[in-house]
C-alpha cells in the first residue's frame, strides 16, 4: 500500500529562519513525489514536483530513495510561506493519475 | 477565470437527501479526478475520469456514490442517502498527460449533513 506521513502537524518559525518540512512515503517501485501548497483562501495548487528539479518560491525538496524521503527546504522563510503544505505521491506508468497525500503540516512564519 | 471551477461551493442538507455537485475541469484537459477532504486529513482519491471513461474508483467510494463524465468535458458526483460521516469538502482536478500531468484543483464542495 501507498502512504505518506508529514510527522509535523504545525510549525512554526521566525522570519529569515531556514524551514525543514518533513515528508516520509512508503510505496513498492519508483513513485512521483510532490510538495502542494495552500494558502488562506486559495485553492490547492502544485508548488514543485521532484522529476523537475527546480527550486520554487525558494523552495527545494531532493528525493532521498534510500531515507524514502522528500523534505521541503527553505534556507530563510517569509511571512507569505505561511499556509498547509501537503507532501503526495503517484505511480510512474500504468498508475500515474491517482495522488497519495499526507495529513499536511501548517506552516507560520512569524515576524 | 479559466482553472477548474465547482458548483456549488457549499451545500447543507439533511441526513438522507440526495445532493450532487458538478465540476468544470480546465478546457481540453482529458483526465478528472474527485477527492474527498475531511477535517485535519489530505485529500483522498475518490474516483477519476479519462475523456468520458471512469477508470478506477476508490474502496472509499460506496455504492451510494457515482460519478459522471457523460461528454467527457463537465463531471457529477451524486451521494444518494446522505449520512453524517459524508461531511467533508469535495475536490475535483483536471490535468493534460501532455502538458505534464499536473493536477489543476477546483476550490471545492463543502457538504454538510445535518
Known amino acids: ?111 | 477565470d479559466t482553472g477548474v471551477s465547482q458548483n456549488p461551493r457549499h451545500k447543507i442538507t439533511k441526513r438522507g437527501q440526495n445532493v450532487t455537485f458538478r465540476c468544470d475541469p480546465i478546457s481540453e484537459h482529458n483526465r478528472l479526478y474527485w477527492y474527498r477532504q475531511t477535517l485535519g486529513q489530505g485529500p483522498e482519491f475518490l474516483t477519476y475520469f479519462q475523456n468520458e471513461a471512469q477508470l478506477e474508483k476508490s474502496r472509499l467510494l460506496s455504492d451510494r456514490f457515482s460519478a459522471e463524465r457523460p461528454k467527457g468535458s463537465f463531471s457529477t458526483l451524486e451521494i444518494q442517502r446522505t449520512e453524517q460521516g459524508d461531511s467533508a469538502m469535495y475536490l475535483c482536478a483536471s490535468s493534460l498527460p501532455s502538458q505534464g500531468d499536473e493536477q489543476f484543483f477546483g476550490p471545492g464542495t463543502r457538504l454538510t449533513v445535518l
Open chain 1, 1 to 111: 500500500a501507498q502512504r505518506v506521513t508529514q510527522p509535523e502537524k504545525l510549525l512554526s518559525v521566525f522570519k529569515g529562519a531556514p524551514v525543514e518540512l518533513k515528508c516520509n512515503y512508503s510505496y513498492s517501485g519508483s513513485p512521483e513525489l510532490f510538495w502542494y501548497v495552500q494558502y488562506s483562501r486559495q485553492r490547492l495548487q502544485l508548488l514543485l514536483r521532484h522529476i523537475s528539479r527546480e527550486s520554487i518560491k525558494g523552495f527545494t525538496a531532493d528525493l532521498n530513495k534510500g531515507e524514502t524521503s522528500f523534505h521541503l527546504k527553505k534556507p530563510f522563510a517569509q511571512e507569505e510561506d505561511s499556509a498547509m503544505y501537503y507532501c503526495a505521491l503517484s505511480g510512474v506508468g500504468g498508475s500515474n493519475y491517482k495522488l497519495t497525500f499526507g495529513k499536511g503540516t501548517l506552516l507560520t512564519v512569524n515576524p
